[in-house]
């Protein structure tokens, strides 16, 4: 099992920067794939980003490509979200998740209940 704390989120005007990170507990973070998700107000969750065991393959959702990175640093058991460029329409609570394999968080919602959960951060983008 891994336990998942998300930290870093707040208020920013567009055009803005946060960098959120996620600390994962345990000694098995490397055997994890990483993923960031967001949820609106009376919005499903959706994929935001997704990171490999060895960090050396990411995916986007569109919205964000070329906005966001995605990073993890295995030796501090914690997985980072640069968001650039943020946009109102960023503003959501956002989730790191854990899954074993990175094509498990591209599968869709109906993967969610496989995966852990960390609590969630709050961002939210003034225009």
């Known amino acids: 099992q891994v336990q998942l704390v998300e930290s870093g989120g707040g208020l920013v005007q567009a055009g803005g920067s946060l960098r959120l990170s996620c600390a994962a507990s345990?000694?098995?973070?490397?055997?994890?794939?990483m993923g960031w998700f967001r949820q609106a107000p009376g919005q499903e969750r959706e994929f935001v980003a997704a990171?490999?065991?060895?960090?050396?393959?990411?995916y986007y959702a569109d919205s964000v490509k070329g906005r966001f990175t995605i990073s993890r640093d295995n030796a501090k058991n914690t997985v980072y979200l640069q968001m650039n460029s943020l946009k109102p329409e960023d503003t959501a609570g956002y989730y790191c998740?854990?899954?074993?394999?990175?094509?498990?968080?591209?599968?869709?919602?109906?993967?969610?209940?496989?995966?852990?959960w960390g609590q969630g951060t709050q961002v939210t983008v003034s225009s």
């Open positions: 998740a854990a899954h074993s394999e990175i094509f498990g968080l591209l599968g869709g919602n109906s993967w969610y209940p496989k995966y852990y």
């Open positions: 345990g000694r098995t973070f490397s055997r994890y794939a």
């Open positions: 990171i490999s065991l060895s960090g050396d393959t990411t």
